[in-house]
């Protein structure tokens, strides 16, 4: 089941990444909460962009050889993890932190729990 959730997450990170870095203003615009952050950085959408992409091309790896892609899961988690953390500082400190972590549940908190889940289980041969 975990590596087929991977896989199931690898298509949407990737995905994500994919438009980040090739539709950022579209995406910018489309995805809830993001334009409350500031005003469009291309670039900086773009930086986000790639790192997610890495995160769905690592997860892919493992749904496909789980043994060898565990050190990129680990790396994945962590990104997920610190990303998460961000958007939970920046919840605690805004006026809606309730709203602001249902919000970003789906999208942000549930792949880097999944993701350290991932990280943490004993890999077993294939």
């Given at each position: ?12 990170l990737s ?45 892919g790896a ?34 809606k932190p ?29």
């Amino acid at each position: 089941m975990g590596r087929i959730l991977a896989a199931i997450f690898a298509l949407v990170l990737s995905a994500n990444g994919l438009a980040m870095l090739f539709a950022g203003l579209w995406w910018y615009g489309v995805v809830p909460g993001v334009t409350a952050t500031g005003p469009y950085n291309p670039h900086f959408v773009r930086d986000i962009g790639a790192a997610y992409l890495v995160v769905g091309l690592s997860l892919g790896a493992f749904a496909w050889r789980p043994r060898e892609a565990w050190p990129a899961v680990i790396a994945a988690a962590a990104f997920l993890t610190l990303h998460a953390a961000i958007h939970v500082f920046d919840a605690v400190c805004g006026t809606k932190p309730l709203a602001d972590m249902v919000r970003d549940f789906a999208g942000v908190y549930l792949p880097a729990i999944f993701t350290v889940v991932l990280a943490l289980r004993p890999q077993r041969s294939s």
